[in-house]
């Protein structure tokens, strides 16, 4: 089952510290968007990217930016790591109309201590 | 997009019928109703989505009134598998961003 694939599955970095977050979308899909997911929270979106371009953004600062390649895989760096991005962070793709639901992958759980 | 309200948590029994209702009053023409559903540390998984009237798949079926202003899902015999979050989420199915709320926690009882 081609679906999505994310690493690394966990991850502790030091406040401070940047870090890169890899994800492949599922076959067919060529839509990636990140979401960040608190303990006991729902997904806070972050940002959607479609043909190698962000196409829309949530509510995070600039140290959240993203990269989407010629195949469709995506990247999430954040920078200067603040304790309060420790969280679960999710990647979902879709097709660009979201026909047929978003489909995620298992997340990175990112530690910052 | 349409704020969704839905209870915190619910509990049930192995083998009963489950609805979980998300009140969405402010439902836009071009929304539709999507649920999903989450298990501990894994990414949420799509259950249903519906426009109108009521739609069922081989694992929910999704409940719209006329006013469409909540929706319900119904989980038929529930297994103690079934124990996850559930979302209610409402958007223009244009593929842009989801808006989750805080979710049903589902828990169920053997």
């Known amino acids: 089952d081609a679906g999505v694939t994310q690493s690394p599955t966990h991850l502790i970095k030091t406040r401070g510290q940047q870090v890169t977050l890899r994800c492949s979308p599922k076959?067919?899909?060529?839509?990636v968007s990140w979401y960040q997911q608190a303990l006991g929270q729902g997904p806070q979106f972050i940002f959607q990217?479609?043909?190698?371009?962000?196409?829309q953004r949530g509510n995070f600062p600039d140290r959240f930016s993203g990269h989407q390649f010629p195949n469709y895989s995506s990247e999430l760096n954040v920078n200067a790591l603040l304790l309060g991005d420790s969280a679960l962070y999710l990647c979902?793709?879709?097709?660009?109309?979201?026909?047929?639901?978003?489909?995620f992958g298992s997340g990175t759980r990112l530690t910052v201590v | 997009l349409a704020k969704t309200t839905q209870p915190i948590s619910m509990d049930s029994y192995e083998g009963q019928e489950v609805n979980i209702t998300c009140s969405h009053n402010?439902?836009?023409?071009?929304?539709?109703i999507t649920w999903y559903q989450q298990f501990p540390s894994q990414g949420p998984r799509f259950i249903i989505q519906?426009?109108?009237t009521k739609v069922t798949n081989e694992v929910a079926s999704l409940f719209i009134p006329a006013d469409r202003k909540s929706s319900t899902l119904s989980l038929p015999r529930v297994s103690l598998s079934d124990t996850a979050v559930y979302y209610c989420?409402?958007?223009?199915?244009?593929?842009?961003?989801?808006?989750f709320g805080q979710g049903t926690e589902l828990s169920v009882k053997p």
């Open positions: 402010n439902i836009a023409t071009n929304d539709y």
């Open positions: 076959s067919g899909h060529d839509t």
């Open positions: 979902a793709s879709s097709f660009p109309t979201g026909d047929g639901g978003y489909t």
């Open positions: 989420l409402v958007g223009d199915h244009q593929g842009g961003k989801l808006i």
């Open positions: 990217y479609y043909e190698e371009e962000e196409r």
């Open positions: 519906g426009y109108k």
